[in-house]
């Protein structure tokens, strides 16, 4: 039954009664062009057009570009405001309309009193209703920046399902609105414009839900809560969600691998950068490595674990954890099961009421309403994913992000060019993937297997690399000591005697005390100097070696520095070792190549050597002697055993035939000195040596110094006293050969061969002999044996003893006469 005039009054709420401000403006206008004149009236439009620039232009600078969004929201509160003035207007008029009503006789539940509350109970919920749906907009933005998509997601649900109590009325229901006497459609249009503004949320919120799921840092309760957004605001199946969510996470690590790391090389120095500066570059592009390798695999394990966590059936419970927030979500659900979800997902209407503001307003809403829950069917299959389908697509999705991983990990180590750099930055990896949660061990053990194979191949490149510089860098040098050689025979450092007389200069105290670290500085590299001369390391030596012997160190103490621990690491040392040796044993073949072609470059194909190919030929046998015996180059360089060993056989082989050219050419020329000598002295050709002329023992001996003199520069005290003995035997002999009969082989030492050779000048100089070489031993002292033993300083200068004073001294070398003007000069 419907009380008289109520309807009459509830249409007149929606009637603006704006005839007494209209006048009122209109009296105002009359009055404004009374009191003034036309020109005055547009100097006050002009002004207050102004003032409505000037208060635009405030606007914008105080809301930005979005003043016009800020102009129309205050003309909606206005109008809001308005329409509640003719709301309480309207109550007003409503009671005093009731109030003048005469009063029926009825029983007790029909007295005034009672209609009077059941009215404002029901003015009250539509109140609550029409405030939920004006507040939901602020509390959907409140929510959407705060992230929270479900807590937002339940709230635009519940709105709409506030929008369809008020809206959905069918007349014939006792509790509908249209039989309360309210039609909302045509009393309150407010509701249909506000609902279509919280309407335009749902994309919103939608997309802002699916971007989040890029955002590794998230928790599986926070994943889950996102997923359930989707499952419930857009009605996708859990499947597709989880679909989703690989997609999201598949850009984002896009993102991460494609992220390009600084190319400046990490073990190398620029030009006019410090050390200091290039040690902080280093660590600086360390750091950005190492980040994009830490947010790769987060994404990863994380992606992983959560998808594990959220939809896989658990072995207590038999049912995800997905699963058991939806049973919580239905009508009967258990209290004690809502309370034991984690904070993300413990949410329900009363919940979502409570922490909105003005919370006590939404108590007046009806219990259909307080205890309203999305609707979900546990039975359909869009509410579960099939264990087979989780596992496919998780392998799937793992997969392909370990091929994009492993791409971006070899682009990466791709700017390590140090070995200590890789090999720190693998164990660190391997620490991390070992610390980390969510991974099963086969997965662990194939990302292992990622980080080793990048690093076996940047190692083995870095390996290789090096080699290569070491083989450019030997090969220049190598031919620039060459030329240097062919311009300059005598070029300075070549001699190896002449450098060892060469003292270096010994640490001085300086003025300043130095510390114990620099003095033990300065006094390691003044026994290396004297090391370096002990060895005949001539300067020429030393730049043509240090490029591979510098290489050989650093990757010796490379290969040193691999400890394996576990079995992957021994496995990836063993199979760097397999791919790096054929690389040194190819370096060790180019170093012998290159060897070998300077020879044949000075030597002819007859076996000839040119007078000016004589001095490189020298320098190639130190070079060949170096790498043979004593440098540690092919020790450490890392090839096999039998390797090391054939380069030590060539080089030596190499070192014979250097020694045999020199040989011969030397005898030859020492040959041809001796005849011209001896023609000269005799004064007409012969076809041998005289036995009856004394000049012969100046010509021999010019022959002796001369062959002295080329070992000297051969360099044969740094070869060592066996094979100094060796090659000036050797030569001797070839000396006999070439001045007596070749039938007349009769020395077997060096002081025999001194014996024949003074022995076919003239029986009448045998008893000289002795007392010859006794005086010329000093001169002639690389033609005699080395001393064997412990031996004194005096026996080691003279080995012959002292000659004797007595006798008549014919000198073996003619002398100049003293010039009469230095009659008083002293001339032996």
């Not at 002004?47 to 016009?68: C, F, I, P, S, T």
């Not at 219990?367 to 994913?385: A, E, F, G, R």
């Not at 140090?418 to 099963?440: H, S, T, V, Y």
């Not at 650093?554 to 040193?560: A, E, G, I, S």
């Amino acid at each position: 039954m419907r009380l008289p005039g109520r309807t009459v009054s509830l249409n007149a709420l929606t009637n603006l009664d704006s005839s007494e401000e209209a006048a009122k403006v209109d009296n105002e206008a009359d009055e404004l062009f009374t009191r003034n004149s036309v020109v005055q009236v547009k100097e006050i439009q002009r002004r207050l057009r102004n003032d409505v620039d000037a208060k635009q232009e405030e606007l914008r600078l105080m809301v930005g570009e979005r003043y016009r969004d800020l102009l129309q929201a205050s003309t909606s509160i206005i109008s809001i405001h308005k329409s509640s003035e003719n709301v309480l207007n309207a109550i007003d008029e409503m009671k005093e309309t009731v109030a003048s009503q005469e009063i029926p006789s009825s029983p007790l539940q029909n007295s005034p009193v009672n209609k009077k509350d059941s009215d404002l109970q029901i003015f009250q919920s539509l109140g609550a209703h029409m405030k939920l749906l004006l507040d939901a907009p602020e509390h959907l933005w409140r929510l959407i920046e705060r992230r929270e998509y479900y807590r937002a997601t339940w709230l635009f649900l519940l709105s709409r399902g506030v929008h369809r109590a008020l809206t959905h009325d069918d007349a014939t229901e006792e509790s509908g609105w249209e039989a309360k006497g309210i039609s909302i459609a045509d009393q309150f249009p407010l509701v249909q414009r506000q609902w279509e503004t919280v309407a335009q949320f749902r994309p919103q919120i939608s997309h802002k839900a699916t971007l989040s799921l890029r955002e590794p840092s998230l928790s599986p309760e926070q994943i889950c809560a996102t997923l359930l957004t989707l499952y419930l605001l857009d009605s996708r199946p859990l499947a597709e969600t989880l679909a989703i969510f690989f997609a999201q996470r598949s850009r984002i690590l896009g993102t991460v691998v494609s992220k390009p790391v600084d190319a400046a090389a990490l073990a190398k120095h620029r030009p006019g950068l410090s050390r200091q500066g290039s040690a902080k570059k280093i660590h600086t592009e360390q750091k950005d490595i190492r980040q994009s390798v830490e947010g790769s695999l987060d994404i990863i394990t994380r992606t992983v674990a959560a998808a594990r966590t959220i939809f896989q059936e658990q072995k207590t419970s038999g049912k995800s954890f997905v699963t058991s927030v939806l049973e919580n979500i239905q009508p009967n659900a258990d209290p004690a099961g809502l309370n034991s979800l984690p904070p993300e997902l413990r949410l329900s209407t009363q919940l979502l009421l409570l922490s909105l503001p003005s919370s006590s307003h939404f108590l007046l809403l009806p219990q259909t309403i307080k205890s309203y829950k999305p609707y979900v069917d546990l039975t359909s299959t869009s509410s579960t994913v099939n264990p087979s389908i989780l596992t496919k697509r998780l392998q799937d999705w793992y997969q392909k992000s370990c091929t994009e991983f492993s791409q971006a990990l070899h682009a990466w180590f791709s700017k390590v060019n140090g070995m200590k750099e890789m090999w720190k930055l693998r164990n660190w990896i391997r620490k991390w993937l070992f610390e980390a949660a969510g991974l099963l061990k086969d997965e662990r053990s194939h990302l292992h297997r990622i980080v080793d194979d990048a690093s076996r191949r940047r190692l083995t490149n870095i390996w290789t690399a090096a080699l290569k510089n070491a083989k450019s860098g030997f090969e220049k040098e190598l031919r620039t000591a060459v030329d240097v050689t062919l311009r300059r025979p005598g070029a300075s450092g070549l001699l190896v005697t002449e450098f060892q007389l060469i003292a270096p200069l010994p640490p001085l105290q300086s003025t300043v005390q130095l510390g114990p670290a620099q003095a033990n500085a300065s006094l390691k590299r003044y026994k290396a100097a004297l090391r370096r001369q002990v060895d005949g390391r001539t300067p020429l030596l030393e730049v043509t070696l240090s490029p591979l012997e510098a290489c050989s160190e650093t990757l010796h103490k490379d290969l040193r520095s691999l400890k394996s621990h576990d079995d992957e690491t021994r496995l990836l040392v063993t199979r760097v070792l397999e791919e790096y040796r054929p690389e040194a044993t190819s370096l060790s073949a180019d170093v012998f190549g290159a060897l070998r072609s300077v020879v044949n470059s000075l030597v002819d194909g007859d076996g000839k050597v040119e007078d000016t190919a004589l001095v490189p030929l020298v320098f190639v046998v130190h070079l060949a002697e170096e790498l043979s015996i004593k440098s540690p180059f092919i020790t450490n360089i890392g090839c096999e055993f039998s390797v090391a060993e054939d380069f030590r056989a060539k080089t030596r082989d190499l070192h014979k035939k250097i020694i045999l050219h020199w040989r011969a050419h030397t005898v030859a020329w020492v040959t041809k000195e001796y005849w011209r000598l001896y023609d000269s002295a005799s004064g007409h050709s012969s076809n041998g040596p005289s036995d009856t002329s004394l000049k012969h023992s100046s010509a021999l001996m010019h022959c002796l110094l001369s062959l002295s003199a080329a070992l000297q520069q051969l360099g044969v005290v740094s070869l060592g006293p066996q094979k100094r003995d060796e090659i000036t035997r050797e030569a001797l002999y070839n000396l006999v050969e070439a001045l007596v009969d070749p039938g007349a082989k009769r020395a077997s030492e060096t002081w025999h061969c001194l014996n024949l050779l003074f022995g076919h000048v003239s029986e009448q100089v045998e008893l000289q002999l002795s007392d010859v070489l006794a005086r010329t031993q000093i001169l002639l002292a690389f033609l005699f044996p080395s001393c064997t033993g412990t031996v004194d300083k005096a026996s080691a200068l003279l080995r012959l003893g002292k000659p004797s004073g007595g006798q008549e001294y014919h000198p073996a070398v003619d002398v100049v006469k003293p010039s009469p003007r230095l009659g008083l000069l002293l001339v032996q």
